[in-house]
């Protein structure tokens, strides 16, 4: 059977397209990103811009024309953070069922961190069971079901560069984990989403992006805190131009970066396993799982 995502997340738009066999194996068939911005502007208004829901919607036109095309049998469009606190939400969805035929959900961030973890759960194997962090624009989730721990914290790439964020305010938003900590010790830390991924592709200095070649890889902090570095060393243009990094992530990076280091150190945590099974994928698995 073959099932569409889409992740309409505060940088971008995703799309994934996969079938899933009789022997329960997914296999991706069509992938593809657009940097959408669509939290861009936000702070403060709680508006979605008009500019950004233009660019938005006809990305995900596109899309669902792709999910026509490949006669998709079943899909589900998700919208995260930054559409989840919009106060103009309902507008957006109105029109993006108007102009595109799309029917969008918008989602908790418990839902989000659920299947955000189902698919790092299905994509990786690990002999303990992991903390899942889905690092986003606009929010960051921390799940581990053993615990009960299921938050979901107001931090992300897009939301600290346009706030300006420091190291001390970013540490000061995580405070909750602390309590986790030792708990979490002997649990592996692995985290999705476009900055852990980014990371590695400039670690491995990437021309053409190889998501077989970021899934299941480690960052050690110390690595991570050496590209952080680079990064920092760099204007803009400079970054739009280094192997690996996407010129539309550009300027975004850096504040992810960070962010990734106060997560380690808040936990404690030496290194991290990136996943690129992630949101995505889980939501394949949940229309698979309703079929089955």
Same mark, same amino acid.
């Given at each position: 059977m073959r099932y569409g995502a889409v992740d309409i997340g505060t940088n971008s738009c995703r799309l994934l397209i996969a079938e899933v066999d009789r022997y329960r194996q997914l296999q991706p068939i069509y992938q593809v990103m657009e940097t959408t *911005?669509? %939290? +861009? %502007?936000?702070?403060g208004s709680r508006l979605l811009g008009e500019e950004a829901m233009v660019r938005t919607i006809a990305c995900l036109g596109r899309f669902k024309e792709q999910l026509d095309k490949m006669q998709v049998a079943k899909y589900r469009a998700v919208a995260t953070s930054a559409v989840r606190e919009a106060a103009n939400r309902a507008e957006f969805e109105a029109r993006v069922a108007l102009e595109t035929g799309m029917d969008i959900e918008v989602i908790? %961030?418990? +839902? +989000? &961190? #659920?299947l955000s973890y189902e698919g790092v759960m299905r994509g990786l194997e690990l002999d303990t069971s992991p903390l899942v962090v889905d690092l986003g624009g606009g929010s960051t989730e921390f799940i581990f079901p053993e615990l009960d721990m299921l938050i979901s914290v107001q931090l992300g790439a897009v939301r600290a560069t346009a706030a300006k964020m420091t190291a001390l305010q970013m540490r000061d938003s995580l405070k909750e984990l602390s309590c986790f900590k030792d708990r979490l010790v002997s649990h592996p830390l692995v985290m999705v989403g476009g900055a852990p991924s980014t990371m590695v592709a400039i670690k491995k200095g990437m021309l053409d992006y190889r998501p077989d070649l970021v899934h299941g890889e480690r960052l050690s902090f110390a690595e991570i805190g050496d590209l952080y570095e680079l990064l920092e060393s760099l204007p803009l243009e400079l #970054? *739009?131009?280094?192997?690996?990094?996407? &010129? +539309? *992530?550009a300027d975004i990076i850096n504040k992810g970066a960070l962010i990734m280091l106060i997560i380690m150190e808040v936990l404690g945590k030496r290194e991290i396993i990136v996943s690129e099974s992630d949101i995505l994928h889980g939501i394949i698995w949940s229309l698979a799982d309703a079929d089955s």
């Open positions: *911005r669509i %939290g +861009e %502007g936000m702070d908790s %961030g418990h +839902e +989000e &961190a #659920r #970054r *739009r131009r280094l192997p690996g990094l996407q &010129a +539309e *992530r």
